[in-house]
């Protein structure tokens, strides 16, 4: 799995996040990390047309708040309700 993830991160420009399940989230919580730490400077963009996303961005937003996770990891992730809106945050500025 971890070599997996490492050919993925090598190879990507930017990481979308679809919903999805456990397996999803790892993918997402080691990019984010990863990037948080700077091993990438890639974007992360979470795409939630639905609100799949909303318990776990309201458990983020709670771990912001308390201080266990910095504003600066926050900015990392990019939330989108769109495909259209998820590729444009991934375009270079």
């Known amino acids: 799995m971890w070599e997996r993830k ?3 991160e090598d190879r990507s420009d930017a990481f979308i996040v ?11 919580f080691d990019a984010w990390t990863d990037g948080y730490l700077g091993t990438h400077d890639k974007p992360i963009v979470m795409v939630d047309p639905w609100g799949h996303f909303d318990g776990l961005r309201a458990w983020l937003n709670g771990l912001l708040d308390t201080g266990y996770v910095s504003p600066t ?8 309700d769109n495909v259209k809106d998820a590729l444009r945050a991934c375009a270079p500025s």
Request: aromatic residues 0%; charged residues 20%.
């Open 6 to 8: 490492q050919i993925m």
């Open 73 to 80: 990891a926050m900015e990392r992730l990019v939330v989108v």
């Open 18 to 28: 679809l919903p999805g399940g456990v397996g999803t989230l790892d993918e997402l």
